[in-house]
């Protein structure tokens, strides 16, 4: 019998959650392996060994080790661990759902990435001063103006890809949600069918979505000095 397939993460990495939940989702069988980046478990020696690049998430599969969560997503559905609505397999759809991840990296994750790291995670970690106001409104701009991209050339039908959730839903709500850290909600006005989609996403991925996202939410109690 083959061993089940070894899963690092952390749940404060929003590719972590994503790919978390969709394992969890598609019951595919998998090992807990956290990774404390806080404590920069990330970086030792040993985990150097499962990841080179020392990043969260990466997976084991046998003598097979991987990182990248696209790659992670394109490999575990190659070999039949996920659902075919979360990812699908017709040429079109899958398409669709690919277009969207590849999109997202220098777009939605970019800047929510980049709010999250000069509001929250420099400052906390005494790397960077707290930012200005002047600043925060620019990380927040940045932020809004691809949330209006989302919907605009995104949220057409519901979700992502179609009326049905994909990894599409569970990348770009992860990004979205770990605002959340820095005291940021998606104005429900400005921005209707992000609110919607975004609590779409949290229906259709429970109980996991709120179980990875608990660690988010008490971290954000965690006032920035």
Not at 15 to 39: H, N, Q, Y
Not at 61 to 86: M, N, P, V, W
Not at 149 to 159: A, P, R, S, T, V
Not at 190 to 217: C, G, I, M, Q
């Amino acid at each position: 019998m083959s061993k089940a397939i070894r899963l690092y993460y952390d749940f404060l990495s929003q590719p972590s959650r994503a790919l978390w939940i969709g394992m969890k989702l598609s019951k595919t069988p998998f090992e807990d392996c956290p990774v404390a980046l806080r404590k920069g478990e990330q970086l030792t020696d040993e985990y150097k060994k499962i990841n080179r690049f020392q990043k969260v998430p990466a997976i084991v599969d046998g003598d097979f080790h991987l990182a990248e969560t696209i790659a992670i997503i394109r490999y575990l559905a190659g070999k039949g661990h996920f659902s075919e609505q979360l990812y699908p397999k017709s040429a079109e759809a899958r398409a669709r759902v690919d277009e969207y991840l590849e999109w997202q990296h220098f777009n939605i994750r970019l800047a929510c990435s980049l709010f999250f790291r000069d509001a929250w995670l420099f400052p906390i970690n005494g790397l960077a001063p707290k930012p200005s106001a002047e600043k925060i409104k620019k990380l927040i701009k940045n932020v809004e103006s691809n949330l209006t991209l989302l919907e605009q050339l995104w949220l057409k039908d519901g979700f992502m890809v179609g009326q049905n959730l994909t990894f599409a839903d569970l990348v770009g709500a992860s990004e979205v949600n770990q605002l959340k850290i820095c005291q940021y909600s998606v104005d429900g006005e400005k921005f209707p069918k992000v609110t919607k989609w975004l609590e779409r996403v949290r229906e259709a991925s429970n109980p996991y979505h709120d179980e990875s996202l608990a660690f988010v939410l008490k971290k954000a109690k965690q006032a920035v000095p």
